[in-house]
């Protein structure tokens, strides 16, 4: 009976969004199964294309006119059934297509792509693209985007084949992909009874194979070349002389890349009443049939033990667990704490792996051997057998939702998973997002407070610098006089200190004093950043790097100057003034090298610096006992961009940086500078008052109907061709009106992004706030159907959290 199969093809174009059905051979039949990938020929040209199986199904005659699969990639399905499901309800939710889907599930790297290999076989006196046959003759063997490469342009396929067909050349069509199956060689005891007869009857000039034998033969595991030379002290012709005489054999074995180097220990406290009463409630909700709790616990109440004895429960049950941290600066430590407890069954998944090891520990995972996944937001996809547990540390943090298509929130992506999985999620913050506290209070979730530090450990003293007062009195310095003291004191004192300043860089802009005229990039309708430490101006948008200009490019002025501060300016500052002090800092510049996060955490944590400078990275998480002092150089940094959320964000981050203070047996102190002091952002946060911000907050969300009271749809228009979009922009505006014609659905816009220009797209948006869900298939057809040949690239994100 023929059997037909529905393969998802790897592109991500919408037009091909849709199974497109190919028959499977006779010799495929026994072994193809759901959740496969294949290769198909696809198109007029039949190109290889790699494609995800989603059905199989028998058909009575083969009268249908299908193409046939060519290969199988995998042995065993690389996506099982409530894999394809979650690939599916992305789709659905968040308006991908179903590739898209199912390429954020999977791990980067492994995608395989059609490579042409040509071979030259005779130019008969060929006088043809003469060019192209000279090139492929003194290469003899290369492939197609080689030859490109070294021809400097573009060859027309169809070039190649006419070669083909005229015996100039042969074309193998391979399907070929980025990461593979990491492999070593190693021995074995090839004849046990040859060997024992081997160390019986050899003479001492062979000492050193009979020892280089003995040691194979206790191995429990085959050894590397490397392990055998380093437990006998041989050379490699001992085991080549083994090898040759039969006794061992050498083979391949495959083996997994480690991304943690480190041994860690993390030793089990004993609960604190509050922490006990928390995991308590926590099971019995759950027993009760709360699929969510939330825990609003104060920095440094411990909600860490609380998330280790939580995954410890539910190990002992059977059952796997995901815990997720927001920032990769944070995973070190999460790392550390989770493998000290629970060692080899615990994965590591974030986006500063290599494609390698990310591979290697989705295998792991997928083969069962792991029992816990840490990392950040990617790690929701991790590819558990059984899991009943995913925690979501921080979960107010901004980073938990995807700006990449999908554009996801991996909080909503857990509710999933334990919805159809019957398990727990638990949220923890110290700050929690409006709308899961909303959710919370309302009884939607499990709400559990914690108001009091581990120890009774008082939580930091915040004292608030205006700094307008300081500018008055003659202080042009970036740092106040109470903070410059309070460094100096902390310095004699042998305790830590933490800087934060939300911007990195030396200078957030330069600027001409004669003109006016602010250097801006050429790409994005943005500032341009002096970075002293490469000596450029750099954008932080689309990265291009730009040289210092001597004169200003509009009036020739040589008046240039550098305004704001960063990171590395703050650097600067403190070097200048405490000459004495050891510095670090973090940031996106100084962690761009693998491995950076976890060495400046452990150097910080060991007491081998004074003092830490960060971005928000160092705002939240970290548990540092010697941090003292935390000073807040800029708190109203993003107090007045437009977007609905920034006094909430203002909120988050003074909070949580304050935090880091104190967390040891030595009381902490918070200075907080800020040009905003009456707001009240700042008013709560410097007095740790979390429910009178909400209070606050929750009642301007509702009086404007912003989240969580509704949802919003930004609707983002792009284009590199400005007066199309803007026209286009005019256009679509009295489509989208006639779509929400007597709905519960109000329109804001169209207007220009408040970041006019990224990466040379001008940008337009259109907000809709409302039940924006009810018009969401509508409003994706009609940007679809209007958008075909235009220059116009549009994306719809439901509750963005980056509205500018």
């Known amino acids: 009976m023929p059997m037909i199969a529905s393969v998802i093809v790897n592109n991500t174009a919408k037009v091909l969004d849709k199974e497109f059905e190919y028959y499977v051979p006779e010799n495929m039949k026994k072994i193809i199964k759901r959740g496969q990938r294949v290769v198909v020929p696809f198109g007029k040209g039949n190109n290889f294309i790699e494609g995800i199986i989603i059905d199989i199904k028998d058909v009575i005659n083969k009268d249908m006119e299908l193409k046939e699969i060519i290969d199988i990639i995998d042995d065993v ?11 599916m309800f992305l789709k659905q939710k968040y308006n991908c297509t179903l590739i898209e889907a199912f390429k954020t ?42 030859l490109c490469n070294v021809l400097n342009f573009k060859i027309p396929k169809s070039t190649l084949y006419d070669l083909k067909n005229d015996g100039i050349i042969a074309i193998d069509r391979i399907m070929d992909c980025r990461v593979k199956v990491k492999k070593v060689e190693v021995y074995s005891i090839a004849d046990i009874k040859k060997c024992d007869e081997f160390i019986k009857n050899s003479s001492q000039k062979l000492k050193k194979q009979i020892e280089t034998l003995k040691i194979i033969m206790s191995s429990e595991t085959p050894l590397t070349l490397k392990e055998i030379s380093l437990k006998s002290d041989c050379s490699s012709s001992v085991v080549k002389s083994l090898e040759k005489k039969g006794l061992i054999a050498k083979y391949e074995k495959e083996i997994y890349r480690n991304p943690v180097k480190n041994n860690y220990t993390f030793g089990k406290f004993e609960l604190t009443k509050d922490q006990k009463n928390t995991i308590d409630n926590i099971i019995e909700s759950y027993k009760k049939g709360k699929r969510v709790s939330l825990i609003y616990g104060v920095t440094g109440c411990g909600k860490t033990e609380i998330y280790l004895n939580a995954v410890e429960n539910f190990i002992k049950m059977g059952y796997d667990a995901i815990v997720l941290v927001p920032e990769i600066s944070l995973t070190p430590q999460t790392v550390e704490r989770f493998k000290g407890r629970f060692g080899d069954v615990v994965a590591v998944l974030h986006s500063r792996l290599s494609d390698g090891e990310r591979y290697d520990e989705w295998r792991r995972i997928k083969s069962g051997e792991v029992k816990v996944v840490v990392g950040a937001r990617s790690a929701i996809f991790a590819p558990l057998n059984n899991i009943k547990l995913i925690i979501i540390d921080e979960e107010h943090e901004y980073s938990y939702k995807s700006e990449m298509t999908p554009k996801y929130h991996t909080r909503e992506v857990a509710e999933y998973i334990v919805n159809e999985n019957n398990g727990l999620l638990i949220l923890g913050s110290a700050t929690p997002s409006m709308e899961s506290y909303y959710k919370a209070v309302n ?27 300081e500018l008055k009195n003659g202080n042009k310095s970036m740092f106040s006089r109470e903070l410059y003291t309070s460094i100096s004191d902390n310095l004699k004192k042998g305790e830590q200190t933490i800087l934060f300043l939300n911007r990195r860089g030396y200078s957030t802009f330069v600027s001409c004093r004669s003109c006016g005229y602010i250097l801006k990039c050429k790409n994005c309708d943005v500032p341009l950043t002096y970075h002293v430490s490469s000596g450029k101006l750099s954008c932080h948008y689309c990265g291009f790097e730009y040289n210092v200009p001597k004169l200003c490019p509009k009036c020739q002025s040589k008046y240039i100057k550098y305004f704001g501060a960063g990171t590395e300016k703050v650097e600067e500052e403190i070097k200048k003034n405490f000459k004495d002090a050891k510095i670090l800092r973090m940031d996106v510049d100084t962690t761009r090298i693998k491995g950076a996060h976890e060495k400046i ?20 998480g970290m548990d540092f006992k010697n941090v003292t002092l935390v000073g807040i150089i800029a708190a109203d940094t993003n107090l007045n961009v437009p977007d609905f959320r920034a006094a909430e964000r203002t909120f988050q981050l003074v909070s949580q940086v304050s935090g880091r203070a104190g967390r040891g047996e030595k009381a902490g102190k918070v200075i907080l500078q800020t040009y905003e002091p009456e707001h009240y952002s700042i008013v709560f946060s410097s007095n740790h008052d979390y429910i009178g911000f909400y209070n606050k907050e929750i009642e301007i969300r509702r009086a404007l109907n912003y989240p969580p009271f509704s949802d919003i749809l930004n609707v983002l228009l792009m284009s590199e061709d400005e007066n199309e979009l803007i026209e286009f922009t005019k256009k679509i505006k009295n489509e989208v009106n006639n779509i929400i014609r007597g709905r519960n659905v109000e329109v804001l816009g169209p207007a220009p992004c408040h970041i006019y220009k990224i990466k040379k797209s001008y940008r337009w948006h259109i907000i809709l706030k409302g039940k924006v869900y009810d018009v969401l298939n509508d409003l994706n057809y009609i940007l679809n159907y209007n958008t075909i040949n235009t220059s116009i690239n549009y994306s719809l994100d439901i509750n963005s959290y980056n509205m500018i």
């Open 105 to 146: 599930i999977m791990p980067s790297g492994i995608n395989s792509k059609e490579k042409l290999i040509i071979k030259f076989l005779s130019d008969k006196n060929y006088v043809k693209n003469k060019k192209i046959v000279e090139a492929i003759k003194k290469y003899n063997t290369i492939d197609y985007n080689k």
């Open 443 to 469: 009884g939607e979730y499990n709400l559990i407070q914690i108001l009091k530090r581990v120890d009774n450990m008082k939580l930091p003293d915040i004292s608030v610098i205006d700094m307008r007062e």
């Open 601 to 620: 955490y452990n150097e910080f944590k060991n007491n081998n610096a004074d003092i830490l400078i960060g971005t928000q990275m160092i705002s939240k």
């Open 77 to 87: 399905p690389l996506f099982n059934d409530s894999m394809i499901n979650l690939a």
